[in-house]
Structures are given as C-alpha cells and as structure tokens.
C-alpha cells in the first residue's frame, strides 16, 4: 500500500507570493491533517478535513487555508508569504481521524 | 489534552537499552499515551501506543504505571538508525482528536558508535 505523498517536496518562494501544496493520502483514509515544523515552534497543527470539510482548525492567520477534494487528496494554500512561513509542511492522514495518523515526508518551503 | 514533559537530549552507544520517560500528570481517563519518531527532514512515524500497563511491539515496548502520569518508552538494543527525536503525545486516541495531534519539543536521542 502506497504511503503518503507530498508534493512538492522543495519549493522556494519570495515574500508575498502565494504557494499551494499537495497532499495524496493512503487509500482508503478520509481524514487528512496539516502541520507546520520549524525549528523554534516545533510541530503545529494547522487543520483537519474529513469528507471535504474542514473539521478542526490551529492558531494560524487566515493567510493559511487548505481544501479536500473528493477523493480525499488535500491541499494547502498560503497566501502572502512572510518570511517567517519558512519551514516544513507535513501532511498525515488517517481512517477518520481518531486513529494513528501516517505522515507524509514533507515539503520544505523556503520563503526569501 | 494533558501537556507532556521530555528530557530535551538524551545520549547512549550502539546495543545499550534506552529508556525515555514522558510525564503526563494531568492525564484523562479517556487519553491514550502514543509515542511518534522523527528523522531529520522526514514526517513523524508512529512507534507504540497504549493505555495502561506495558505494551511491546516488535520495535519498542511502553511501559505505563497504574497511575499512569508517566510513561516510559524502551528501546531494545539501540543502533545508529535510532538516532532521532522521539515525541509523547497523550490524548484521546490516538494522541490527540478529530485529527489533531499535539506534539511537544521532543527528546533528540543520539546513538554513538
């Protein structure tokens, strides 16, 4: 069974642009989670969606939205990039949600 | 979700066993305790999980007191691939809920030859 697929899996930006990133679950899982790592904050989750619909959401500005499409593939959108949005996005999913969640490597996002 | 406490580092050599104890004080009845490895540049992996007592799998084995406001995670053995943080995260299920996993800063174990 394939695992979770991130895409892309580098990707420089300059501040004020926008960046969107992939995230293809394990088949079968319907719920997909976002987190954000950097090294001063650590791991931080950033929202949930099950069945195309956000269901939990973190702390983090409105410049950062996401989306899950019918066949539970995910995206991440952010708009306006700061400096500060440096760092890896990580994907995990899941059946529904409340059961051991499997990661995806990642896209390293570097914002210059 | 009950807040966790790691050591931040912690060192040992090649074949020695480890033992990374995780404090969870203001644990729920309902919360599991869940362990999670991380690599450098790689997504978390999910090593053990359970709720009471000990619990063994073929890479680690957790070992929780009736209490249950701590947790101890063994690692059999270690190699230089087991170099890597290593998080405890206590909650409903699986961690955490609805898809939400609360991850703390970690112990970096380092494994020396």
């Known amino acids: 069974k394939a695992g979770v697929t991130q895409t892309p899996r580098y990707l420089i930006k300059t501040r004020g642009q926008q960046v969107t990133l992939s995230c293809s679950p394990i088949?079968?899982?319907?719920?997909v989670s976002w987190y954000q790592q950097t090294p001063g904050q650590g791991l931080q989750f950033l929202f949930e969606?099950?069945?195309?619909?956000?269901?939990n959401k973190g702390n983090f500005p409105g410049r950062f939205s996401g989306r899950q499409f019918s066949n539970s593939r995910s995206e991440m959108n952010v708009s306006t990039l700061e400096l500060g949005d440096s760092a890896l996005y990580l994907c995990?999913?899941?059946?529904?949600?409340?059961?051991?969640?499997?990661f995806g490597p990642g896209t390293r996002l570097l914002v210059l | 979700l009950a807040k966790t406490t790691q050591p931040i580092s912690m060192d040992s050599y090649e074949g020695q066993e480890v033992n990374i104890t995780c404090s969870h004080n203001?644990?729920?009845?309902?919360?599991?305790i869940t362990w999670y490895q991380q690599f450098p540049s790689q997504g978390p992996r999910f090593i053990i999980q359970?709720?009471?007592t000990k619990v063994t799998n073929e890479v680690a084995s957790l070992f929780i007191p009736a209490d249950r406001k701590s947790s101890t995670l063994s690692l059999p053995r270690v190699s230089l691939s087991d170099t890597a943080v290593y998080y405890c995260?206590?909650?409903?299920?699986?961690?955490?809920?609805?898809?939400?996993?609360?991850f703390g800063k970690g112990t970096k174990l380092s494994v020396k030859p």
């Open positions: 995990a999913s899941s059946w529904t949600g409340q059961e051991t969640q499997y």
């Open positions: 088949s079968g899982h319907r719920s």
């Open positions: 969606y099950f069945s195309e619909t956000q269901r």
């Open positions: 203001n644990i729920a009845t309902n919360d599991y």
């Open positions: 359970g709720y009471k």
């Open positions: 995260l206590v909650g409903g299920y699986y961690g955490g809920s609805q898809g939400n996993l609360i």
